[in-house]
Nanobody
Framework: QVQLVESGGGVVQAGGSLRLSCAAS????????MGWFRQAPGKEREFVAA????????RYAEFVKGRFTISRDNAKNTVYLQMNSLKPEDTAVYYC????????????????WGQGTQVTVSL
């Protein structure tokens, strides 16, 4: 069992930055592929980024490439999402996710989800 708790969301002006954190419980965190997803009002949840258990195998949605960076610290059981050059269209609830399989995360059907953290980007 893995429990995920996101933090770091908030309100930021366009062009600003935020760093989201996702703290995971469980001794096997280092075995899991971790991902970030987001859901804007009235839209379906969409994939943002993923990172394999080793810290490699980075994957990004096209709309965040060059602006967002996913990373992890297995010693701290934490995955991060550094978000730079934020745009109003990045406004959404951001969710952390975990699964043993990379493809499962990429498909948006991981075993574990966090509760989400709100990111609001204003003009």
């Amino acid at each position: 069992q893995v429990q995920l708790v996101e933090s770091g969301g908030g309100v930021v002006q366009a062009g600003g930055s935020l760093r989201l954190s996702c703290a995971a419980s469980g001794r096997t965190f280092s075995s899991y592929t971790m991902g970030w997803f987001r859901q804007a009002p009235g839209k379906e949840r969409e994939f943002v980024a993923a990172i394999s258990w080793s810290g490699g195998g980075l994957r990004y949605a096209e709309f965040v490439k060059g602006r967002f960076t996913i990373s992890r610290d297995n010693a701290k059981n934490t995955v991060y999402l550094q978000m730079n050059s934020l745009k109003p269209e990045d406004t959404a609830v951001y969710y952390c996710a975990a699964d043993l399989g990379v493809s499962t995360v990429m498909r948006g059907t991981p075993d574990y989800w966090g509760q989400g953290t709100q990111v609001t980007v204003s003009l």
